[in-house]
Antibody, heavy 119, light 107 residues
Framework: QVQLQESGPGLVKPSETLSLTCTVS????????WSWIRQPPGKELEWIAY???????NYNPSLRSRVIISVDTSKNQFSLKMTSVTAADTAVYYC?????????????WGQGTLVTVSS | DIQMTQSPSSLSASVGDRVTITCRTS??????LNWYQQKLGKAPKLLIY???SLQNGVPSRFSGSGSGAEFTLTISSLQPEDCATYYC?????????FGQGTKLEIK
């Protein structure tokens, strides 16, 4: 059974960089896309970016200028960095998996981690 | 970007009722439409993929239909544990947007 677990600071100051890591267990990272998705309190889900196990990436244009996604297959981990955060970036951040075929859904999700941007 | 419009935004129904939620997209996406269930404080759970395929382990009272730009999620006989928010999501093209959600309450 594949499991995903997010980790990282729960509090980030405005203008600083948010850094999160997702650890994948119970399966290989090969042949899958690995995504970050966020949900501000009381609001809808927003896809941020994905990375293929080989390192190719795809970003939401609305966040592209501030986001970097990376992967370390030796550790079965992938990571998110978001620069210049503001209160609008306060959200529960989820990592999720999608099979590397056209139209694949997000079939496995982490439990989510709340990141609050505040001084 | 493909815009997603879900309706209704909320609904209240009784146990045993048939419930239908609609998702419309701003352009045709073939059948690249997925449905998720999110219970309070939990991560979303995949229910339906490719518009009408039931994810393993999901009860058969859930079904999906549609293609092109209009899709529906149907719960044939509502159960108390179906109290949740339901989201549609398109996997046709990046960015992979979600609908705004439908909050389902049990009367």
């Amino acid at each position: 059974q594949v499991q995903l677990q997010e980790s990282g600071p729960g509090l980030v100051k405005p203008s600083e960089t948010l850094s999160l890591t997702c650890t994948v267990s119970g399966g290989s990272m090969s042949r899958y896309y690995w995504s970050w998705i966020r949900q501000p309190p009381g609001k809808e889900l927003e896809w941020i970016a994905y990375i293929y196990y080989s390192g190719s990436t795809n970003y939401n244009p609305s966040l592209r200028s501030r986001v970097i996604i990376s992967v370390d297959t030796s550790k079965n981990q992938f990571s998110l960095k978001m620069t210049s955060v503001t209160a609008a970036d306060t959200a529960v951040y989820y990592c999720a998996r999608g099979e590397a075929v056209a139209g694949a859904p997000f079939d496995y999700w982490g439990q989510g981690t709340l990141v609050t941007v505040s001084s | 970007d493909i815009q997603m419009t879900q309706s209704p935004s909320s609904l209240s129904a009784s146990v045993g009722d048939r419930v239908t939620i609609t998702c419309r997209t701003s352009q045709s996406i073939s059948n690249y439409l997925n449905w998720y269930q999110q219970k309070l404080g939990k991560a979303p759970k995949l229910l339906i993929y490719a518009a009408s395929s039931l994810q393993n382990g999901v009860p058969s009272r859930f079904s999906g239909s549609g293609s092109g730009a209009e899709f529906t999620l149907t719960i044939s006989s509502l159960q108390p544990e179906d109290c949740a928010t339901y989201y549609c999501q398109q996997s046709y093209s990046s960015p992979f947007n979600f609908g705004q959600g439908t909050k389902l309450e049990i009367k």
